[in-house]
């Protein structure tokens, strides 16, 4: 049984930092998409970033240069680091993975097939 779980949300000043943490079990993912999603209150579900095996990581133009997606294949773990938040940041944030190894519109939610269960990042002014 495949699982993603996320971890490193929490409460947090605006300009300060997180680093936000997926594992994944129940199979290799090493080879396929990932990404970051979020969904905050009353709004849809929104690509933040995403990462392939050997094509240019991808970014939200919300979060470009202040974001940085990042992947320990040995590990199994996918990594969010945020910094310089901004309390629109605030939301729940999801790990997703694809079954794909190319192709795909990786900004797309409907690329993914996996999802964890999300972890709160809140962000106070």
């Known amino acids: 049984q495949v699982q993603l779980v996320e971890s490193g949300g929490g409460l947090v000043q605006a300009g300060g930092s997180l680093r936000l943490s997926c594992v994944a079990s129940?199979?290799?993912?090493?080879?396929?998409?990932m990404a970051w999603f979020r969904q905050a209150p009353g709004k849809e579900r929104e690509f933040v970033a995403a990462?392939?095996?050997?094509?240019?990581?991808r970014y939200a133009d919300s979060v470009q240069g202040r974001f940085t997606i990042s992947r320990d294949n040995a590990k199994s773990t996918l990594y969010l680091q945020m910094n310089s938040l901004k309390t629109e940041d605030s939301a729940v944030y999801y790990c997703?993975?694809?079954?794909?190894?190319?192709?795909?519109?990786?900004?797309?939610?409907?690329?993914?097939?996996?999802w964890g269960q999300g972890t709160q990042v809140t962000v106070s002014s």
């Open positions: 997703a993975a694809s079954l794909l190894t190319s192709g795909g519109l990786i900004t797309s939610s409907r690329t993914y097939d996996y």
């Open positions: 129940g199979r290799t993912f090493s080879s396929n998409a």
């Open positions: 990462i392939w095996r050997t094509y240019p990581t």
